[in-house]
């Protein structure tokens, strides 16, 4: 994951010499009409390997509705995705689609294309002709300039796109399609900052309903309305405000312990280990990691404030691009361990 998230920002390299203003990626693409009828999720399960991933899953979504997935690598927040975008079948319960919806699925794998075919081909696979959100028309060759591929790359074939762009034409050919709920899985991995700075702003006014995983929680606090988090693998919680909402909520909980002398644990049964307890520096990390996240995520907001004023030189701004890349690993990596020693003193002995 770190190597895929360095990999996003090649994008930024490659076009560190082309002034701002010289164009960036424009999303307002149309949506289909939805109609009352969203999708509705009934005792989804799903195991694998004899691992309940999914276990009684049910919820119904409503028009515009905007959610966020959290939780562990390995939880099953991908398995989710596939099961409510049809992809996987549950192995009981169902899923029950509207007539009316028309799904857009951004994969982490990516695109699954031939690589010896031209750009202009790959887009013109999906439509001829597309709806803007303004009630425009543009061709397959046009939209694809406003993803900056230019008539030029346009005859590129795809096996010669940087990583970067390869990624930037998946997204086009998902928009293209008019999609009126879009489920995307870990965007702020691929996508380069200019694409996924626009990206966010079409999310933001998105009339359709989105369905996310992403442990950018800077990402995240901007688009959705509510969370589903995988406190642990097949349980899920819904949670109803943003990514910082709900580190603060555990933050605030009262700890388990606390509540001992009204119930005393359960002793261990006969060969079964007694449960970890913390040490001091276990509960010091935790103490600290609050802070350190918050350092880090003001650092972010500093080079991303640098990167958007187009001032930087060619060096300067791959400098920035790769600290960037480690900045958003090291946050990830630091929140998942806030998660997982609050879950160890959590459910801590006294």
């Not at 001829?128 to 694809?144: C, K, N, P, R, V």
């Not at 802070?291 to 640098?306: G, H, M, P, Y």
């Amino acid at each position: 994951k770190a190597k895929a998230r360095v990999e996003a920002f090649d994008g930024v390299s490659e076009r560190a010499h082309v002034r701002r203003q010289d164009g960036q990626v424009k999303i307002c693409v149309g949506a289909a009409r939805m109609g009352r009828k969203i999708i509705e999720a009934k005792n989804l399960c799903k195991a694998y390997g004899g691992v309940a991933y999914i276990d009684k899953f049910s919820y119904e979504f409503v028009r515009g509705e905007k959610v966020g997935i959290i939780g562990k690598n390995g939880a099953g927040k991908t398995t989710l995705l596939n099961l409510l975008a049809g992809t996987v079948p549950p192995d009981s319960g169902h899923v029950q689609r509207g007539e009316t919806v028309e799904m857009g699925y951004y994969r982490q794998e990516g695109m699954d294309v031939n690589p010896e075919k031209r750009v202009i081909d790959v887009a013109r696979d999906v439509a001829e002709y597309i709806t803007m959100g303004d009630g425009q028309h543009l061709s397959a060759a046009q939209f694809l300039n406003h993803f900056l591929f230019p008539p030029s790359m346009q005859q590129n074939l795809v096996r010669k796109l940087s990583g970067g762009e390869r990624r930037r034409l998946y997204l086009l050919t998902i928009l293209m399609r008019q999609p009126n709920f879009l489920v995307l899985d870990e965007p702020t991995n691929d996508l380069d900052l200019m694409t996924l700075a626009v990206l966010e702003d079409y999310l933001r006014t998105f009339e359709g309903c989105l369905l996310i995983v992403s442990h950018d929680r800077y990402f995240m606090d901007k688009i959705v309305d509510h969370l589903f988090v995988f406190e642990e693998v097949g349980r899920l919680k819904d949670f109803p405000g943003t990514y910082t909402d709900y580190r603060d909520y555990r933050q605030r909980q009262p700890r388990r312990a606390a509540a001992s002398t009204e119930k005393a644990p359960a002793p261990p049964r006969r060969g079964e280990a007694p449960p970890r307890k913390p040490t001091f520096a276990q509960r010091r990390e935790h103490e600290a990691l609050p802070a350190d996240i918050a350092s880090l995520e003001q650092e972010k907001a500093d080079i991303e404030r640098q990167l958007s004023a187009g001032a930087l030189g060619h060096d300067a701004l791959a400098r920035q691009a790769q600290r960037m890349a480690a900045l958003l690993v090291e946050i990830e990596e630091k929140e998942l361990r806030w998660l997982e020693l609050d879950e160890l003193l959590s459910t801590a002995n006294p």
